[in-house]
T-cell receptor, first 116, second 110 residues
Framework: DTGVSQNPRHKITKRGQNVTFRCDPI?????LYWYRQTLGQGPEFLTY????????KSRLLSDRFSAERPKGSFSTLEIQRTEQGDSAMYLC??????????????FGPGTRLTVL | GEDVEQSLFLSVREGDSSVINCTYT??????LYWYKQEPGAGLQLLTY?????DMKQDQRLTVLLNKKDKHLSLRIADTQTGDSAIYFC??????????FGSGTRLLVRP
């Protein structure tokens, strides 16, 4: 296993269009996270899954955003009616540990979204 | 609230030591992390420290934690040009999510 993978790596879209990103975590990692990173900032948490259950969502995740992890393996993040302010790097991370242990998160290379 | 602050920029000469500083606010953080990000890439976990430790050493990396002052530092010994990158500290606060600082850009001059 070579780590967390994300597709596509780059996405350019027009304002108002819908986009979907995919994340494949490290095999058997039961926790999966989505973060958003804008230029000059650190990653900001969006949402978190333990297996297929979405356990936490940030207030940054407006109703135009939806994330799924249907079988507890890969995850998708969809943004509907994209806005220019959605332009950012979307990072996925996964973690192998159960609650109470080190929450060491391994990040993918990210999907860079540009909304024109 | 949860907030992590870092200085924006550090420039050092190759072979010198680098010290990157970070302050955090959530005293309930269990672990604190240092990540490295190179241009166009994702984040690479460098090291982490458990909150009941004062120091952790891992090859060229030394992490110091002052829990009373909520201050964390990363020292890189014998800094190399390949160490040029953005370094993020992060805390896990009271949740599974990580709270990141804005990052410190390290420039290593030959």
């Amino acid at each position: 296993d070579t780590g967390v993978s994300q597709n596509p790596r780059h996405k350019i879209t027009k304002r108002g269009q819908n986009v979907t990103f995919r994340c494949d975590p490290i095999s058997e990692h039961n926790r999966l996270y989505w973060y958003r990173q804008t230029l000059g900032q650190g990653p900001e948490f969006l949402t978190y899954f333990q297996n297929e259950a979405q356990l936490e969502k940030s207030r940054l995740l407006s109703d135009r955003f939806s994330a799924e992890r249907p079988k507890g393996s890969f995850s998708t993040l969809e943004i509907q009616r994209t806005e220019q302010g959605d332009s950012a790097m979307y990072l996925c991370a996964s973690s192998p540990r159960a609650a109470g242990f080190n929450n060491e998160q391994f990040f993918g290379p990210g999907t860079r979204l540009t909304v024109l | 609230g949860e907030d992590v602050e870092q200085s924006l920029f550090l420039s050092v000469r190759e072979g010198d030591s680098s010290v990157i500083n970070c302050t955090y606010t959530d005293s309930s953080s269990t672990y604190l992390y240092w990540y490295k990000q190179e241009p166009g890439a994702g984040l690479q976990l460098l090291t982490y420290i458990f909150s009941n430790m004062d120091m952790k050493q891992d090859q060229r990396l030394t992490v110091l934690l002052n829990k009373k002052d909520k201050h964390l530092s990363l020292r890189i010994a014998d800094t190399q040009t390949g160490d040029s990158a953005i370094y993020f500290c992060a805390e896990d606060g009271s949740s599974y999510k990580l709270i990141f600082g804005s990052g410190t850009r390290l420039l290593v001059r030959p």
